[in-house]
C-alpha cells in the first residue's frame, strides 16, 4: 500500500499565482521527497527534506515538514503554464532505503 | 551524463502472452528500481537491487513477474504470463544510495489486451 496522500487530488490556477499541495504520511519517516511527473519529462526530483528539518527552499520551490503531524507541502511560487504536472510526495521509512509514493496532486497552471 | 534508459517504450501483448523490459541505469549508481505506475496512481515498488542483489521484493508477484541485474549494471523485468491488471507503465529509476534522490527513466507502457 502506499504511505503518502496528497491534497489536493487536482488544483487549477492561473499563471502567476501560487500553488500549495499538501502531503499527509502515516510512519515515522528518514526523509521525504517531492517529485514531478509530465509527459514530456518522465518522473523528475525536485527537492528531498530530511526528518530533522522543517523548511527547505530551491528556486521558486519551498517545502515544509512537520513530523509531529506527519505531513508535509509544497509551494510553488509564481507558477508558469511550464509547472503544469503531476507532483507526488515520496517518504523513506525510519530503517529503510527505498521511497513509498503518494498519490499525486494533478496541478494545471492556465496561461 | 547519460540518464536512465528503458526500452522499449511501449508494448502491446495480449494476455497469457510473456513480455520483458529493459534498464540500463546512470553509470556509478549501485541501487536499481523497478515500478508499476497505473494510471492515475503514484509508482509502486515491484523491487529492489543493490548492486546484482535483491535487497526488497516484497511487492512483486513471484508467481509471474521475475527481474534480475546479473552483472550488478542493467537489469531486466520479465512478466510471465501478463494479465489484464499488469496494464500500467513500468518505470526503472536507480540512485547513489537507498535514501536518497532517484533517477527515473521514461518508462515502458505496457498494454494487456
Known amino acids: 500500500s502506499q504511505q503518502g496522500e496528497e491534497d489536493p487530488q487536482a488544483l487549477s490556477i492561473q499563471e502567476g499565482e501560487n500553488a500549495t499541495m499538501n502531503c499527509s504520511y502515516k510512519?515515522?519517516?528518514?526523509?521525504l521527497q517531492w517529485y514531478r511527473q509530465n509527459s514530456g519529462r518522465g518522473l523528475v526530483h525536485l527537492i528531498l527534506?530530511?526528518?530533522?528539518?522543517r523548511e527547505k527552499h530551491s528556486g521558486r520551490l519551498r517545502v515544509t515538514l512537520d513530523t509531529s503531524k506527519k505531513s508535509s507541502s509544497l509551494l510553488i511560487t509564481a507558477s508558469r503554464a511550464a509547472d503544469t504536472a503531476s507532483y507526488f510526495c515520496?517518504?523513506?521509512?525510519?530503517?529503510?532505503?527505498?521511497?513509498?509514493f503518494g498519490t499525486g496532486t494533478r496541478l494545471t497552471v492556465i496561461p | 551524463e547519460a540518464g536512465v534508459a528503458q526500452s522499449p517504450r511501449y508494448k502491446i501483448i495480449e494476455k497469457r502472452q510473456s513480455v520483458a523490459f529493459w534498464c540500463n541505469p546512470i553509470?556509478?549508481?549501485?541501487?536499481l528500481y523497478w515500478y508499476q505506475q497505473i494510471l492515475g496512481q503514484g509508482p509502486k515498488l515491484l523491487i529492489q537491487?543493490?548492486?546484482?542483489?535483491?535487497?526488497?521484493d516484497s511487492q512483486l508477484p513471484k508467481d509471474r513477474f521475475s527481474a534480475e541485474r546479473l552483472k550488478g549494471v542493467d537489469s531486466t523485468l520479465k512478466i510471465q504470463p501478463a494479465k489484464l491488471e499488469d496494464s500500467a507503465v513500468y518505470l526503472c529509476?536507480?540512485?547513489?544510495?537507498?535514501?536518497?534522490?532517484?533517477?527515473f527513466g521514461p518508462g515502458t507502457r505496457l498494454t494487456v489486451l
Open positions: 510512519t515515522s519517516i528518514n526523509n
Open positions: 515520496a517518504t523513506v521509512k525510519t530503517g529503510a532505503n527505498n521511497l513509498f
Open positions: 527534506i530530511r526528518s530533522n528539518e
Open positions: 529509476a536507480s540512485s547513489y544510495t537507498g535514501e536518497n534522490e532517484q533517477f
Open positions: 537491487f543493490q548492486n546484482n542483489g535483491v535487497v526488497d
Open positions: 553509470s556509478g549508481h549501485a541501487t
